[in-house]
């Protein structure tokens, strides 16, 4: 809120004593600046600037109407002419601060506020205009306290407590900046700011019917309040009702015609209501006013682009992108797509963007209790259950989903478009959850009381997205997939579901988020779309009726003029083809074709297709003989289109996302050879496709027809199990008190027939004391588990032991089984996984060991990731290691490590090892007194024995269990869960002393032991 000092004109009025003409003239132009009467005022002080030059007060209030119409250099020149004739002129000080701000000068403003303050230490109105700079420059805390001192010192000063509600609003302390608001409102029933300020926190709060009776309700009051009019607006925008926005916004620059928000605001309202060419005005004449608007800026660039508007656009686009690389600045992320940004750039736009978001640190209150059955709780947050590309898409992939496995919630903030998707989407979901008329937190507490354990959003930063449901956290995890091919830059997603071509491991820091890779393509195919049987003809299409059919029906924002030239050429290289675009509007058609008559290639041999039916546009492919990708943004959905339709895509691989999604596409359909390495390469390769007989493009038409129906790409069950997989994975991680990581999914092809369950091998009695009294205490589902796999029983029996308290599973599995167990790598489990923050966590394990046992060879039983080895051997050590996953042994051997595939009771050899590690590996053997056994046998006397497992000991696990989250019930390799009493008690039986005891950095409710050999 501007902070120019709207009663020191009345002030310095009450001071003129009347007498004279000078201080006549003063006195009425005064009266005419307090009456709103801005033209009036203004010409009354140029007469008496006329008859009594530099006189200060003149000078300031000039300034005051600059100010007030926007003309902020003009309102800095008048105000500090006054200063220099007053050098004490603390009100002309203090606004000068205020009109800095507007120039965006927030160190001046700082400064010239600190001199008023100097001068007049209890000058509110100082004070408020002094916490406005330090609210420009990012200092909150510093802000809200100026202003609460401008509050003290006059209660009366309204505009500093609505300052203080807004500074509140900013730190996210919503509730206490209504609280402000109130006390404010109530305190000045007159007064239009703390309505205005309360409107904008309720807005942030989602509460969009109440923020705009707030700034009603301040307009009612004050009817000139710009920044309240500019306010409503906005709300109403976010509403939907988009022409009374517009209406408020006009009213706003009947006020102030030189402020470019409203201009820009306008703009995008009368974008939303399809008036392109009204609403790209508006952001020119923004820009006209601020020059430095650069988000602004980048939308009108992106407008262009739509309109194939290429004057000067590369240029224009070089500038911007030297631009966006300054600090503190805000760009539209999804404009940036279409642009030649790179990964860096794009991931700091997206994280501005979401910094950006208000939202507040919400206390949900306990989690609702997990689903009786075990099954995991998926919410899905879009505006698009309807006719649109992602439910185009997707819709599939809901209904395969495994429903013994998952429950699955929509979350709809979109209306109901009443399509046959949206109905065929609400009976896809086990829940389909409207939360259009609910506010940011409304939503957010509804995702939490539904007990969602991961909530995907899918929509990123595209229009409509409400990311500020995620910022609040309502979900444990919470992921980003498929509506926003980039990073979203938000600190409150977990996970962006990727694959390795979208973004490769080696590009990882180009996210915000841990990247889940799933095996082939990131990108769900709907193998049900039907294709109308019959197409139309070439002539209905606009096509001729012989010639080859270059094809591009992405979006003409995707198009520029580099790929244009190729496309020029080709055709030139090929006098019977045509380009077949999409309209995408009038203008874009006209400018294409006026382009290409620059470029020497007659308008007529671009083709434009209209807009069909999904079934029909499908069918029109089949016209077509080879589809042309774009960069930097290439084909998303219409290159699945093309693919599904039997059409070619030849593409280019990019350096983004955006424009590597259409590569990931053809690699997983069977096309490699259709990912050109550059742009030369892919005009040379569209050349030589669209060359003679067509005898290579036949062939290539013909594999992808063999392909199209057993491919990764349109095999949607195998993608489903893939997609479950990253689900379990996901969520794995968070069960088991470990930050997101990076995941990847493995191949789910097409099983087998299911083979016999593998049953448990029963213990006849307790593994430890022998007493067959040994009752089931609890079942517990683990088909969440990483490594199940449908062979396996589903619920694991837990029983314990009237004799010696002992607690473990009904039975072990066999050889057989442990074989299929271990043929599915847990991440976690592979060699090399997360290195260097399990190197500092192993460092602290040999440490500990190293203090009683300083040197010698190291055995590490199943050494899974192969840190614990890799730093005992830094400190010293000769390291070896067993474990039974064929794959870590072959990788740690090929480190030059010893490594052997075998149990530890199989080792040969007696007092051959200084130190065996069975981390995480005791609860993991059927027998533990035989690997207890085996260890004392390899061990020389003194040496130690390192073990850790969960500690049902520990509060944590308690509190775990009582919860219902325990996850270690879960875990499909564990055969017992020791406390550490029972621990303690099974290693002096087997001659060894504990010394050592500490709680585990890895996991949760764990316990670490070192105990010696006696």
Wanted: charged share 25%.
């Amino acid at each position: 809120m501007d902070g120019w000092d709207a009663g020191a004109a009345a002030q310095e009025a009450e001071g003129a004593d009347g007498a004279g003409a000078e201080d006549a003239a003063l006195t009425l132009a005064q009266e005419l600046l307090r009456a709103g009467r801005l033209a009036d005022a203004q010409d009354a002080y140029m007469r008496l600037l006329a008859r009594v030059p530099g006189h200060p007060q003149a000078l300031h209030h000039l300034g005051l109407i600059a100010h007030r119409r926007g003309a902020h250099e003009d309102a800095a020149g008048f105000i500090a002419r006054a200063i220099a004739g007053r050098p004490a002129y603390v009100e002309a000080l203090s606004n000068l601060a205020a009109v800095f701000r507007a120039l965006k000068r927030p160190d001046d403003a700082l400064k010239a506020a600190g001199r008023a303050l100097a001068i007049d230490p209890g000058f509110a109105q100082a004070h408020s205009n002094q916490g406005a700079a330090l609210e420009d420059m990012g200092r909150l805390e510093d802000a809200l306290a100026a202003y609460r001192c401008a509050g003290a010192l006059n209660p009366g000063f309204v505009e500093a407590f609505a300052n203080a509600a807004n500074a509140l609003r900013k730190l996210g302390r919503l509730e206490e900046a209504l609280a402000v608001c109130a006390q404010a409102a109530s305190a000045r029933p007159d007064a239009a700011e703390p309505h205005y300020a309360q409107g904008r926190a309720l807005k942030d709060l989602g509460r969009l019917d109440d923020a705009i009776e707030a700034f009603r309700r301040a307009l009612a009051l004050r009817p000139d309040f710009v920044e309240a009019r500019v306010a409503l607006g906005n709300a109403l925008q976010a509403r939907g009702a988009c022409e009374d926005a517009a209406a408020a916004y006009r009213a706003a620059l009947v006020v102030a015609p030189g402020l470019a928000d409203a201009h820009a605001n306008l703009g995008a309202a009368l974008e939303q209501l399809g008036r392109l060419d009204e609403a790209m005005a508006c952001y020119a004449r923004a820009i006209d006013l601020d020059p430095s608007f650069l988000r602004v800026k980048i939308w009108l660039h992106h407008k262009r682009r739509i309109l194939c508007d290429w004057s000067g656009i590369e240029a224009e686009e070089a500038e911007l992108l030297r631009l966006i690389d300054a600090p503190g600045v805000e760009a539209d992320p999804f404009a940036l797509l279409s642009m030649a940004t790179s990964p860096a750039q794009q991931l700091r736009a997206a994280k501005a963007a979401s910094k950006a978001i208000k939202s507040r640190k919400i206390d949900f209150g306990p989690r609702p209790a997990p689903h009786p059955a075990g099954k995991l709780r998926v919410g899905f947050l879009s505006n698009d259950f309807g006719r649109h590309a992602t439910a185009l898409l997707a819709a599939q992939l809901f209904e395969l989903i495994d429903r013994s496995r998952f429950e699955l919630f929509a979350y709809s903030h979109g209306r109901d478009d009443r399509s046959a998707m949206s109905a065929r989407l609400r009976a896809a979901f086990d829940a389909f959850v409207d939360i259009c008329d609910l506010s940011d937190e409304d939503a957010a507490r509804r995702v939490h009381a539904d007990g969602i354990e991961i909530l995907i959003d899918l929509k990123g930063h595209t229009n409509g997205a409400r990311l500020a449901i995620l910022a609040t956290r309502p979900a444990p995890a919470q992921a980003s997939f498929l509506g926003f091919p980039g990073t979203t830059g938000a600190d409150f997603i977990d996970y962006a579901v990727a694959d390795a071509v979208v973004a490769p491991r080696a590009r990882a820091d180009d996210f915000s988020e841990k990247l889940v890779h799933l095996p082939h393509c990131y990108q769900p195919n709907d193998a049900t779309r039907p294709i109308a049987e019959a197409a139309p003809t070439r002539a209905e299409c606009g096509l001729p009726e012989r010639g080859f059919v270059f094809c591009c029906f992405n979006n003409s924002y995707k198009l520029t003029p580099a790929f244009f030239d190729i496309w020029m050429r080709l055709l030139k290289a090929r006098p019977d083809s045509v380009l077949w675009l999409v309209e995408s509007n009038a203008r874009a058609r006209d400018n294409l074709r006026g382009q290409a008559q620059r470029r020497g290639v007659a308008p007529e041999r671009l083709v434009f297709a209209q807009k069909l039916a999904s079934s029909e546009h499908l069918a029109r492919h089949r016209l077509a003989d080879l589809f042309l990708d774009t960069l930097p943004y290439g084909a998303h959905t219409t290159a699945s289109d093309a693919l599904w339709a039997g059409l070619p895509v030849l593409t280019c691989l990019g350096e983004t996302f955006a424009g590597r999604a259409a590569a990931s596409l053809v690699y997983a359909v069977g096309l490699p050879e259709m990912v050109a390495s550059s742009l030369a390469d892919y005009e040379r390769r569209a050349l030589e496709l669209s060359a003679g007989e067509g005898g290579e493009l036949r062939a290539i038409r013909e594999k992808l027809a063999a392909a199209r129906l057993r491919a990764p790409l349109f095999d949607a069950p195998r993608y489903a199990r893939a997609f479950e997989s990253a689900l379990l994975a996901m969520w794995e991680v968070h069960a088991a008190g470990e930050p997101p990581r990076a995941l990847a999914v493995t191949d789910a092809s097409d099983p087998a027939p299911a083979p016999a369950r593998l049953k448990r091998v029963p213990y006849d009695a307790c593994p430890l004391c022998g007493c067959s009294d040994a009752p089931q205490v609890l079942g517990a589902d683990c088909t969440r588990h990483a490594l199940y796999q449908p062979a396996l029983p589903p619920i694991m029996e837990w029983r314990e032991c009237a004799g010696c308290g002992h607690v473990f599973t009904d039975g072990w599995f066999d050889a057989a089984a442990c074989e299929m167990i271990f043929s599915k790598i847990h991440p976690g489990q592979t060699v090399g996984y997360d290195m260097e923050r399990q190197r500092l966590v192993s460092a602290r394990m040999v440490e500990r060991v190293a203090r009683r046992v300083a040197s010698g060879r190291w055995l590490d039983v199943g050494f899974g990731s192969g840190s614990l080895l890799f730093t005992a051997q830094e400190w010293g050590f000769v390291p070896v290691g067993i474990d039974l996953r064929a794959k870590n042994v072959e990788t740690l051997a090929s480190l030059g490590i010893e490594s052997r595939r075998a149990l530890i009771e199989e080792l040969e050899g007696e007092a051959t090892f200084d130190v065996v590690s069975m981390a995480d590996v005791l609860e993991h053997m059927p027998f533990p007194r035989k690997g207890l056994d085996a260890a004392r046998k390899l061990l020389r006397p003194g040496g130690a024995l390192f073990a850790s497992m969960p500690n049902m000991d520990s509060m944590l696990w308690r509190l775990l269990h009582a919860n219902g989250v325990n996850p270690y019930w879960g875990e499909i390799e564990h055969y017992h869960n020791f406390s550490r009493e029972r621990l303690y008690a099974l290693l002096r039986e087997h001659g060894f002393t504990p010394v050592d005891y500490a709680v585990s950095e890895r996991y949760r409710a764990c316990m670490e032991v070192i105990a010696l050999r006696g």
